[in-house]
């Protein structure tokens, strides 16, 4: 499903993205909060997209590249709104990665509110989660602004390090679209 913001377009990744996952998600700088750390390799990127595109099917759900609207041809990040269990807990995941030049500019603010609407009212979600490494100050003020309350630390055996978990319910963000609203 295609869908857009004020500048962006979310369409669903397909085989072909490989290279532009690669570029992105193979940067240290992108990569910095992720335990596991860049992507090493094409055939690495190449085995993601297959991943996502076989748990693409359902409904509310999807991976996406992020492209300008006034530069279809560019893919600047990638995201997605996927059902994942993280440290046990079963969540319906909001993540995103953007190229490093261009961070900064409120693009991954603006993309969390398309697909936050996109899950609470085309998807039917009750809610939706986001998972950030701690010092990741940037993620953390993306997730305020769009809404998220930080829910609970965990601590992550798999990386030796923790996790933290914000949420934000569908009441939620149907309050503050109201008080926006007046």
Not at 108 to 131: C, M
Not at 157 to 171: D, I
Not at 172 to 180: C, G, I, Y
Request: net charge neutral; charged share 20%.
């Amino acid at each position: 499903m295609h869908f857009t913001s004020s500048r962006l377009l979310l369409r669903p990744v397909i085989p072909g993205d490989a290279d532009c996952l690669f570029r992105i998600y193979g940067d240290p700088q992108t990569q910095q909060f992720n335990p596991a750390g860049p992507y090493l390799s094409l055939d690495y990127a190449r085995e993601t997209l297959r991943s996502w595109l076989e748990h693409s099917n359902q409904p509310g759900f999807g991976h996406w590249a992020i492209i300008l609207q006034e530069n279809p041809q560019e893919i600047i990040g990638f995201g997605g709104l996927t059902p994942r269990v993280v440290c046990g807990y079963h969540i319906n995941n909001l993540g995103y990665r953007f190229a490093t030049q261009w961070w900064g500019k409120g693009l991954a603010t603006e993309f969390a509110r398309a697909v936050v609407a996109w899950g609470f009212e085309q998807g039917k979600l009750n809610e939706i989660s986001a998972v950030i490494r701690p010092g990741h100050s940037a993620s953390q003020h993306v997730l305020e602004k769009t809404g998220f309350h930080f829910e609970r630390k965990v601590a992550d055996p798999e990386y030796h390090s923790a996790r933290l978990f914000f949420t934000l319910t569908q009441a939620q963000w149907r309050a503050s679209h109201l008080a926006d609203a007046k």
